[in-house]
């Protein structure tokens, strides 16, 4: 199975600044990785998909890149509504496999 | 509009069997894949498996192969995942979640509101 790490599992910062998360696959993943984004009580929503390609409805201060085994997303411009838990997901190969999250509190 | 329904909230005790429903509307069923997700209190989440709606193939985690069974009725658009002999560890949200046209590797784009299922004597 493909590992996938994510890093930091928490970050925090302030309204406007500009956060970066890690995705790391254990294997290559070419472009297959998705961004999603979790509020406390509520399901899931998707953000980025094939590594940089924003999800409609997503605003354009959410970016992805990276391929292979190595992702980032960025926000630029943190607002109050972005505080919330962030994971990657792997989708190259079953199983689709999850990065373990990552915490954005604000400072 | 697109959206997943599922079914109400389970209490269940070891060793039992679960049933969760995941009626979709406002797309076309057979079009999309239909992903399982669940997240344990406080923890991250963990894809359980995949199935098309189109022709019924599915693909499980292989910790839950022995103890997992998806399936759909195309009849009336809904998705259905079993879960067997129950475990306190099996106690968590159950998602379910539509994936892309193009398919799951595109990301899963539409997810049910979630089940919560506890598992307890």
Redesign the interface.
């Known amino acids: 199975d493909i590992q996938v790490t994510q890093s930091p599992s928490s970050v925090s910062a302030s309204v406007g600044d500009r956060v970066t998360i890690t995705c790391r696959a254990s294997q290559d993943i070419g472009i297959w990785l998705a961004w999603y984004q979790q509020k406390p009580g509520e399901a899931p929503e998707l953000l980025m998909y094939a590594a940089s390609s924003l999800h409609s409805g997503v605003p354009s201060r959410f970016s992805g890149s990276g391929s292979g085994t190595d992702f980032t997303l960025s926000i630029s411009s943190l607002q109050p509504e972005d505080f919330a838990t962030y994971y990657c997901q792997q989708s190259n190969s079953f199983p689709y496999t999850f990065g373990q999250g990552t915490k954005l509190e604000i400072k | 509009q697109v959206q997943l329904v599922q079914s109400g909230a389970e209490v269940k005790k070891p060793g039992a069997s679960l049933t969760v429903s995941c009626k979709a509307s406002g797309y076309t069923f057979i079009n999309y894949d239909i992903?399982w997700?669940r997240q344990a209190p406080g923890q991250?989440?963990?894809?359980m498996g995949?199935i098309s709606a189109y022709n019924g193939d599915t693909?499980y985690?292989?910790n839950l192969q022995d103890r997992v069974f998806m399936a759909t009725d195309t009849s009336t658009s809904t998705a259905y995942m079993e879960l067997r002999s129950l475990r306190s560890d099996d106690t968590a949200m159950y998602?379910c979640?539509r994936g892309?046209y193009s398919g799951?590797?595109?990301?899963?784009?539409v997810?049910?509101?979630?089940t919560t299922v506890t598992v307890s004597s």
Do not use: H, I, K, R
């Open positions: 992903n997700v991250g989440l963990e894809w995949w693909n985690a292989q998602y979640a892309a799951t590797s595109y990301g899963l784009e997810w049910g509101q979630g």
